[in-house]
């Protein structure tokens, strides 16, 4: 919206404008200034019909529905400052011209042609007030509505951010917890790398984007913590080929995704793999991931469907309509894979 002082100052201006610019026909004419002031009561009156309506008629009716006292009201206001106005440019000529006032014959079709284009004119500025008023209106409109979603999108990323935070904690402290009764040491390296991790969901999570080098990192710190207690029959593998590792992202857009795939794509018994592949090119982010397919059982819901719902929500904030996501079953059921597409 535009600035209140350069507002005031285009309105001081075009009100200058329309009250010195019918000076430029004075000169020569021998006009005195009594009666050119006399004269720019037409200005004024168009000054007072056009704020009347963009700083009363339009946002106490208008903008409130009460069409008719709108009209109405604008309706009298004209009609009654035409009449007015047309008696004194008479009384004003009478006053500075007597004789020719004096051998003046009456024509009421010339008299009601002026009465109407002074009406047209009250109309013209009326108008072009409601229109002002209501574009200024909603232009404020548009900026609170933006602002308003823009605080709300904070809110409910830093809402996703807390509902994370803890559900990935609980998933590394059960693998750390089943590690200390196995190896002591891989333990103490394990708790490392969650320091590692909470640094980066402790900082770097507190930012709308991060380097996508360090996003990237934390990934492979989580999926090198989730490796520990996987049996020899779980196949992992973390491809990434980034081609600007500076650029940035939203931060923990995947982790979710990951999760539910360590999560729902091993077998205690049966082999397993998780395949992820994350490619950067240009201004287009790609993360493909296939994983086998054991899905929980009625029985076992923790966390249901949670991971899922968050990447999706995460998606719409963060990359509204620049993603695509495609999650598909095999045919037999046993892979299933997720790729989600970014525009940067």
Excluded at 173 to 186: F, G, K, M, P, V
């Amino acid at each position: 919206m535009l600035d209140r002082r350069l507002k005031i100052f285009l309105h001081i201006v075009f009100w200058l404008f329309m009250f010195l610019s019918p000076m430029q026909y004075m000169r020569g004419t021998g006009m005195p200034m009594l009666q050119y002031l006399m004269n720019c009561m037409s200005s004024l009156l168009l000054m007072v019909v056009f704020y009347a309506n963009y700083k009363w008629l339009t946002p106490k009716y208008f903008v409130s529905g009460k069409h008719r006292y709108y009209t109405v009201i604008n309706f009298v206001m004209i009609v009654s400052f035409a009449i007015f106005l047309h008696y004194w440019m008479d009384y004003t000529r009478d006053l500075f011209h007597p004789v020719v006032m004096r051998y003046r014959i009456p024509d009421t079709l010339d008299d009601f042609l002026f009465f109407v284009r002074d009406c047209a004119n009250f109309c013209i500025f009326a108008t072009a007030a409601t229109c002002i008023a209501l574009a200024q209106r909603w232009l404020w409109a548009d900026t609170a509505l933006k602002a308003a979603e823009a605080a709300r999108v904070k809110a409910e990323l830093n809402n996703l951010r807390s509902q994370i935070n803890p559900h990935f904690l609980l998933n590394t402290l059960n693998n750390i917890y089943a590690l200390t009764a196995i190896d002591s040491e891989r333990a103490q390296s394990a708790i490392e790398q969650l320091s590692k991790l909470l640094r980066h969901m402790l900082y770097d999570n507190q930012s709308s984007e991060v380097p996508l080098k360090d996003e990237v990192q934390f990934l492979e710190n989580y999926i090198n913590l989730m490796k520990i207690r996987l049996p020899q029959t779980v196949d992992v593998s973390f491809v990434c080929d980034m081609q600007n590792p500076e650029i940035r992202v939203a931060p923990l857009v995947f982790i979710s995704l990951i999760e539910n795939a360590f999560k729902h794509g091993i077998s205690p018994t049966a082999p397993s793999f998780i395949h992820i592949v994350l490619t950067q090119h240009d201004k287009e982010l790609c993360v493909n991931i296939e994983n086998s397919n054991y899905p929980k059982t009625e029985d076992d819901r923790s966390g249901h469907g949670i991971g899922l719902e968050q990447v999706q929500r995460r998606l719409d904030l963060a990359y509204y309509a620049r993603y695509e996501w495609n999650q598909n079953v095999s045919d037999d059921g046993t892979v299933y894979s997720s790729i989600i597409k970014i525009k940067l």
